[in-house]
Structure formats: C-alpha cells, structure tokens
Nanobody, 115 residues
C-alpha cells in the first residue's frame, strides 16, 4: 500500500505561482511512476505531468513551459511547480503513484486562479 498526502494548494491571481507537494509513504519501492492530475468542475480528470523513477518527465501540452514536476527521493516527495498560472488551471489537483498492477491517489488539493 502507498499513502499520498498533497499540500500547497490555494488561491492565486493569474500570472502567479504555486508549488504543490506530494509526500508518499508505504511500499514506495514498487512505484514506477508518480504524477499529478487535475479535475475541474464538470470535467474529467486529466493528466498534468508525470515523472518516472529514473527521472523522465512528461507534461500535458497545456502546461508545458509553465509547470515543472520534480522529485526528492530522500524525502519521498514529488513536487509540481506551477508558474504563469491561468484561470483555466483552476481545479482539484491529485497526486498519483503507479505500480505495475495498481495505482494510488491522494485526497486532492484545490488550486484556484483568479482573473
């Protein structure tokens, strides 16, 4: 089992920045990929960014050049640095940890970007 706890969400003006954190615990050695997803009201959950155990990253086109995913293996923590935020980035952001046969989700953290 893997437990994920997100933090760092909040209210920010358009053009501002936020950093989300996801602290992982449990059977972390089985996790291959960690990532951030988001879900806006009335929309499906969508991929934001992922990072593999080897450090390879992948981003949604909508956030490329504005968001950066990183990980601190010593702290078992994944970060999402968000810059140049737009109102359309408003959503609940979820941390995800993926093993070969199962996936885990955090409880989510709200990010609201005002225009």
């Amino acid at each position: 089992q893997v437990q994920l706890v997100e933090s760092g969400g909040g209210l920010v003006q358009a053009g501002g920045s936020l950093r989300l954190s996801c602290a992982a615990s449990g059977t972390i050695f089985r996790v291959n990929v960690m990532g951030w997803y988001r879900q806006a009201p009335g929309k499906q959950r969508e991929l934001v960014a992922t990072i593999t155990s080897g450090g390879n990253t992948n981003y949604a086109d909508s956030v490329k050049g504005r968001f950066t995913i990183s990980r601190d293996n010593a702290k078992n923590t994944v970060y999402l640095q968000m810059s140049s935020l737009k109102p359309e980035d408003t959503a609940v952001y979820y941390c995800n940890a993926r093993e070969v046969v199962r996936s885990y989700w955090g409880q989510g953290t709200q990010v609201t970007v005002s225009s």
